[in-house]
């Protein structure tokens, strides 16, 4: 089997939008969200002002987690890009971690 190669984000984000809990036909549950990202970056030495929004899942006990989010909590979270079906390739961040920041 062939090295599986590095694929791990690491994002301050907020969550813009929360879709309720749902559970897989084998009853694990799983959480939707959209996350927002806002920041400065540099590039080419210069200062540039990034933002981002993009879709991620919580699946398992991570799930609860998610969805215990109130909508615009900070989080700093880590997972893996993975396409969010067979026909669609749009990527879909599965999370890993969530850990909330303070002022939530």
């Known amino acids: 089997m062939p090295d ?12 813009a939008e929360l879709l ?4 897989t036909p084998a009853g694990v ?3 939707s969200c959209v996350l927002a990202h ?10 540039r002002d990034v933002s981002v929004e993009m879709q991620a899942v919580a699946v398992g006990d991570l799930a609860g987690v998610l969805a215990a989010a109130k909508p615009g909590a900070a989080v700093r979270i880590s997972g893996f890009l993975a ?3 067979l026909r669609s ?9 969530i850990e909330y920041l303070e002022g939530n």
Do not use: F, Y
């Not at 599986?4 to 969550?15: I, M, S």
């Not at 806002?38 to 200062?47: I, M, R």
């Open 4 to 15: 599986p190669g590095l694929n791990e984000l690491r994002l301050d984000a907020r969550v």
């Open 20 to 23: 309720p809990l749902r559970r």
């Open 29 to 31: 549950p799983v959480a």
């Open 38 to 47: 806002e920041s400065k970056q540099t590039e080419a030495g210069l200062a």
């Open 83 to 85: 396409a969010r079906s």
């Open 89 to 97: 390739r749009s990527p879909v961040l599965h999370l890993n971690t």
